[in-house]
């Protein structure tokens, strides 16, 4: 697993470790936020329709 290899990789104690961690998870999670999924909506996804129907009210 992937886990126990960086959780050896990573120097320190156990807290610093699990600091680091976080900080990694937390930039994983911004860079798929700022570039990989605008990039898969832009490129990948079907265009939305645009098209807003209403329906009409008694």
């Not at 470790?17 to 798929?32: H, N, S, T």
Request: glycine residues 4%; charged residues 10%; proline residues 16%.
């Amino acid at each position: 697993m992937i886990f126990p290899l960086v959780w050896r990789l990573l120097p320190g104690p156990t807290v610093l470790k699990v600091l680091e961690l976080l900080v990694l998870l937390a930039a994983i999670v911004f860079v798929l936020f700022q570039w990989v999924f605008p990039w898969i909506a832009a490129d990948i996804l079907p265009p939305p329709d645009g098209t807003v129907e209403s329906t009409p009210t008694p």
